[in-house]
């Protein structure tokens, strides 16, 4: 564990002196690296993966994507991974505060809200203030997970009291709902949105700007492969990888 430990902490002061950096090829990382991420970057890591990958031909990228609360939960209980991604700040604060992380998360991108609706909007929805009616069918993310509680910040802005018709345990299952037809509305990230194609539209707001989220990631400190996880997150934390995050409509620190 403490040989681990040590690599782990080795690693990361590299990205933290050589970040933007391309990681190249090394025949040091070998094995499987397990990444715990936000659902929301279910698209942009699947892809990275895959250059990791080629990059590193000895090693395999496993994902566990959910909510950040749920996967916080699971690593605080002892589940093995290697890295974690979270939506949210608090998350990550989650996992520092239970010993999880060693080293200080690196913010790697920045995400907002944006209103999903059905391809040609049956609903007829305009803008935030129709989550405040009871009319349309609408779906939001639980409160405990980022994207809800980004969802609690844009309302008390906007002075709406939302009436969801569900809440959702993550932003893919909430953008689901949309894309299935089920709801007339969803609040989720505009990088969702952007990922279902032509099967949603996406409606800008105003107060999204009050409910911008952090993404931080770590190597955790109980790493099963501590030397892949640093260079994992040297990897997205890389120059490399931002063409990748700009495509999906995420932001730059």
């Not at 990444?35 to 890591?45: D, G």
């Not at 990550?92 to 060693?102: A, C, F, I, K, N």
């Not at 409160?143 to 802005?157: R, Y």
């Not at 109980?222 to 995050?245: D, H, K, Y």
Request: net charge negative; hydrophobic share 45%; proline share 6%.
């Amino acid at each position: 564990m403490m040989r681990k430990l040590g690599a782990v902490v080795a690693a990361v002061a590299v990205i933290a002196g050589c970040g933007t950096e391309d990681t190249g090829s090394s025949d040091s990382v070998s094995g499987t690296v397990t990444v715990f991420a936000a659902a929301s970057l279910t698209e942009t890591f699947t892809e990275l993966g895959k250059q990791f990958e080629a990059a590193h031909p000895g090693v395999r990228v496993v994902y566990n994507f959910g909510a950040s609360s749920a996967l916080a939960q699971q690593i605080g209980q002892g589940a093995p991974a290697d890295v974690f991604a979270a939506a949210a700040p608090r998350n990550m604060q989650q996992v520092q505060d239970g010993g999880d992380v060693t080293a200080a998360p690196v913010t790697f991108v920045r995400n907002r809200l944006e209103i999903a609706v059905p391809a040609g909007n049956p609903g007829g929805i305009t803008g935030l203030a129709d989550f405040g009616r009871a009319e349309p069918k609408l779906a939001l993310c639980a409160e405990q997970v980022p994207c809800g509680a980004a969802a609690a910040t844009v309302f008390e802005t906007a002075g709406i009291t939302p009436q969801p018709d569900t809440r959702e345990a993550d932003v893919k299952a909430a953008l689901t709902k949309v894309t299935l037809g089920e709801v007339d509305a969803a609040l989720v990230y505009r990088t969702d949105v952007r990922a279902a194609g032509s099967k949603v539209q996406g409606i800008d707001f105003p107060e999204a700007a009050s409910a911008i989220n952090d993404y931080p990631i770590a190597p955790l400190a109980a790493a099963p492969n501590g030397t892949a996880a640093a260079a994992f997150v040297q990897f997205v934390t890389s120059e490399q990888a931002r063409p990748v995050f700009a495509a999906a409509g995420f932001d730059q620190p």
